[in-house]
């Protein structure tokens, strides 16, 4: 009616229009807002379901089974943040915590948050190979039931790089140092070698190991001198 009024001040008709156009925007957002609460909360009811959740991990466990590494690669990915081996035989792996709750790592995903800050090792690893996206022909086989979109998480090396790292967890492994073929048998092949004069062709076939293992027998009995 105040807009209908003839003798309405153009000032106030222009505001009035303004303060309009100002609400409806504002009325669309908190209708926007309203609808994405609305499935924030229907997909955190549906990632913590606990039947959803045990189909997840005998997802992990079928796979697993299956013997397809292109599938095995990519389900692991949404686990396991990275591993780092070290030349002492130590073996560090992060494996997250929401790898079972994929939606859940969007919805706690902080822009300032770092992964790589709160997990980092104690010193840099030298030599360390930067992580790289895998191209699509080596992430998704052409069988691979796999949609393209998880293919396409796993194969991102910055997927768990706005998550914090108390939903890390943080496993220390130590392999054991095993001496090598050639290193056991050093002295045993020399001393053949001193006793017969046999040539390295004969010595492996003795031995029933390959000429370089040979070769590199006697090199580390050379050395033991």
Same mark, same amino acid.
């Given at each position: ?7 309405? !001040?153009?000032?106030? @008709? ?36 606990? &039947?959803?959740?045990?189909? +997840? ?7 697993? =089974? &299956? ?20 030349? !002492? ?16 790592? !969007? ?5 300032? #948050? ?8 104690? &010193?840099?690893?030298?030599? +360390? ?11 998704? #086989? ?7 979109? +998880?293919?396409?998480?796993?194969? !991102? ?7 914090? #790292? @108390? ?6 492994? +130590? ?18 070698? =001193? ?25 580390? =009995? &050379?050395?033991?001198?």
């Amino acid at each position: 009616m105040t807009l209908g009024n003839p003798d309405l !001040d153009t000032g106030l @008709r222009r505001d009035l229009e303004e303060q309009y156009v100002t609400a409806r925007q504002r009325i669309v957002e908190l209708e926007a807002e309203l609808v994405a609460l609305n499935t924030r909360e229907e997909a955190v009811r549906t990632s913590l379901d606990p &039947e959803a959740v045990l189909d +997840r991990l005998h997802r992990l466990a079928d796979v697993l =089974a &299956e013997g397809n590494p292109t599938r095995t690669n990519i389900e692991l990915a949404h686990h396991i943040v990275h591993i780092d081996c070290f030349s !002492d035989g130590r073996v560090v792996m992060l494996t997250h915590k929401l790898g079972c709750f994929e939606v859940l790592q !969007d919805l706690l995903s902080d822009p300032n #948050g770092s992964l790589a800050e709160t997990c980092q090792e104690e &010193e840099p690893t030298p030599g +360390r190979i930067k992580e790289r996206r895998l191209p699509a022909r080596r992430r998704h #086989g052409a069988k691979s039931p796999v949609s393209a979109e +998880r293919a396409a998480r796993a194969a !991102d090396p910055d997927r768990f790089k706005h998550l914090a #790292g @108390r939903f890390v967890w943080r496993d220390e492994f +130590r392999i054991s140092q095993t001496n090598s073929w050639s290193a056991r048998h050093a002295r045993e092949v020399a001393q053949l070698l =001193a006793e017969t004069g046999w040539t390295r062709k004969k010595l492996a076939a003795h031995f029933g190991v390959s000429k370089p293992t040979i070769r590199k027998a006697l090199k580390m =009995a &050379e050395e033991q001198r």
